[in-house]
């Protein structure tokens, strides 16, 4: 009993945890290599991208609420999304006319355009702000769990409790969805086809009669989907604030870096590499240990960090990449 007591902790304490979190890294990291794969460069104002298209959906939220729309046991956030991540498009591709084009048109360095996303990340930060202020937002309504903790003690007996948000199954579901969608449209449609084969060799496919301008525009449009549908899986999750998608811009590159910048596939798996070590580093192990070893009392948590130091494993983790392995598990671009 007290290892199933055990199991039961690592799964709703790690596992669960860690499976959603690791799937919103997923989707934001999916968007950070998209655009370096395509458009050659470090989008430094994606994690303020996320921020600015769940800015919208909640706003848009707050709409439907106000007349009295609702989603039944799931958000309505889920109604909004589609309206955030068509007023996040709009806002990535006019950025991307009024200043990324003209650094591509005179072919500036790679490090160069990378600045001007740094700068572009801190106008999207102060428009995010200026619209939905810098408090904590839950934004999360319908019902807040599958299983409850009362309701899995009593079907098992066990001491433990197993309580599953919905928000954390939306997540995984809502994600693999996306990802099987995006692969499908990468793989087997003309426009995703013409996409990876700019990826692999521009001046090939500009020979081959590639429109540069649909590549580039679809490239936004997607990398604007899905920056907004993690960003909203992960307020729904959590709760908003615009300055914490700063923070997850570690974690993102991170997760794209030790998958291999350029490669989807590297940017999936890094994303659960990320939050299954932050995740596992930062959890005080002490309950599992008393379960496994009644005998053994520790005196501390049996925690190799605070939880105030999640975002150091990551950047330990990309440091480790960039000094060993660049190009990442997947042998992806190097930095």
Do not use: C
Request: glycine share 8%.
């Amino acid at each position: 009993m007290d290892i199933l007591n055990a199991l039961v902790a690592i799964t709703n304490y790690i596992l669960i945890p860690a499976t959603a979190y690791g799937s919103q890294l997923a989707l934001g990291a999916l968007g950070v290599t998209l655009i370096y794969g395509i458009l050659r460069f470090s989008n430094f104002a994606h994690g303020d991208t996320m921020a600015f298209g769940t800015a919208i959906t909640i706003m848009v939220t707050w709409g439907l609420q106000a007349m009295g729309v609702s989603f039944g046991p799931l958000p309505t956030a889920l109604l909004a999304l589609p309206v955030g991540i068509a007023a996040t498009a709009v806002l990535v591709l006019a950025t991307d006319k009024l200043v990324y084009s003209y650094y591509r048109r005179v072919r500036a360095a790679p490090v160069v355009i990378v600045m001007v996303s740094v700068g572009v990340m801190f106008m999207m930060n102060a428009l995010t702000r200026f619209l939905i202020g810098v408090d904590d937002i839950n934004f999360a309504d319908g019902a807040r769990f599958v299983i409850t903790a009362r309701e899995f003690r009593d079907m098992t007996g066990l001491a433990e409790p197993l309580p599953i948000r919905s928000s954390q199954i939306i997540t995984i579901v809502m994600a693999a969805l996306i990802v099987a969608a995006l692969f499908w449209f990468l793989n087997r449609t003309r426009t995703g086809k013409s996409m990876r084969a700019f990826s692999d060799n521009e001046d090939l496919a500009l020979l081959s009669g590639i429109n540069p301008s649909r590549v580039v525009a679809v490239t936004w449009i997607i990398a604007a989907a899905l920056a907004t549908t993690a960003g909203v899986l992960y307020g729904l999750d959590k709760s908003f604030k615009a300055f914490n998608y700063f923070h997850l811009l570690l974690p993102i590159f991170a997760s794209a870096i030790l998958g291999g910048l350029g490669n989807p596939l590297g940017a999936i798996a890094g994303g659960f590499v990320i939050a299954f070590s932050e995740i596992g580093v930062t959890y005080a192990w002490k309950k599992v240990a008393g379960y496994l070893l009644p005998a053994f009392e520790p005196d501390g948590l049996l925690q190799l960090l605070s939880t105030e130091y999640k975002f150091a494993v990551s950047f330990v983790i990309l440091i480790a990449v960039l000094l060993f392995k660049p190009t990442g598990l997947f042998k992806g671009k190097s930095v």
